[in-house]
């Protein structure tokens, strides 16, 4: 399928959407939810559905089991290396950060996504799963959770994939990249917005829950 490319819907809607400022920890999102999804109504169906299948798997609405399915028809529908390189980075970290908090608690991930899931499974002992050198932040992200700095750590992982989605979006102005990289960073926008400690905790209880299921406790 042809996803991705310029398309005459692209101009009016990117045009449409105020601009992001330069870093997510904002007290405001630019522009609310429904204003969002109301001016997301401008894409052909196809590429809403996959907008949509993009929005959901890096907001973590689904459970660890259903995301090879997820992923896989969301990578079945595109070629365009762009956009493809979007879903793919955004894969590789929610991989890793799953892998990282599973492992603290003692379990594994019920499913592998992204292009790194394999490589974990197979060197699951190795210290950061040997890919230090490839995700240096890996470290700091897990030395964070040992500490219990949960809000820290997610900063971590948003400033991460805030810096992916706006690499990824250079040099492009009017196509599926630009408005995929800016419904992930307004999501980092809002989800930082409502931040607080208390969210912080139950945030990672839910996502060790979702990475091993029924075996991960409530978090002290």
């Not at 599973?102 to 210290?127: F, Y």
């Not at 230090?132 to 820290?152: H, I, Q, S």
């Not at 997610?154 to 805030?162: G, K, L, P, S």
Request: one cysteine or more.
């Amino acid at each position: 399928m042809n996803m991705g490319r310029n398309s005459g819907h692209f101009p009016t809607l990117v045009a449409s959407l105020p601009r992001l400022p330069s870093d997510f920890e904002q007290p405001h999102v630019p522009i609310s939810r429904p204003r969002l999804e109301n001016r997301l109504q401008m894409l052909p169906e196809e590429e809403l559905e996959l907008v949509r299948l993009v929005d959901g798997f890096w907001r973590w609405e689904y459970q660890e089991r259903e995301g090879p399915d997820i992923y896989a028809a969301m990578v079945s529908r595109i070629d365009n290396p762009a956009v493809l390189e979007c879903i793919q980075v955004l894969a590789d970290i929610r991989m890793l950060t799953v892998a990282v908090r599973a492992r603290l608690r003692g379990g594994k991930p019920e499913a592998v996504v992204g292009r790194w899931g394999e490589h974990i499974l197979r060197n699951w002992q190795t210290p950061d799963f040997g890919l230090v050198l490839r995700f240096p932040w890996l470290t700091e992200f897990r030395g964070l959770l040992e500490n219990k700095d949960y809000a820290g750590a997610e900063r971590r992982v948003c400033r991460i994939v805030w810096h992916e989605m706006a690499r990824a979006a250079e040099n492009h102005y009017f196509d599926l990249t630009v408005i995929i990289s800016y419904l992930v960073r307004w999501d980092i926008i809002n989800r930082w917005a409502v931040r607080d400690h208390a969210r912080g905790v139950d945030r990672f209880t839910a996502l060790v829950k979702e990475a091993i299921g029924d075996h991960a406790g409530k978090i002290e």
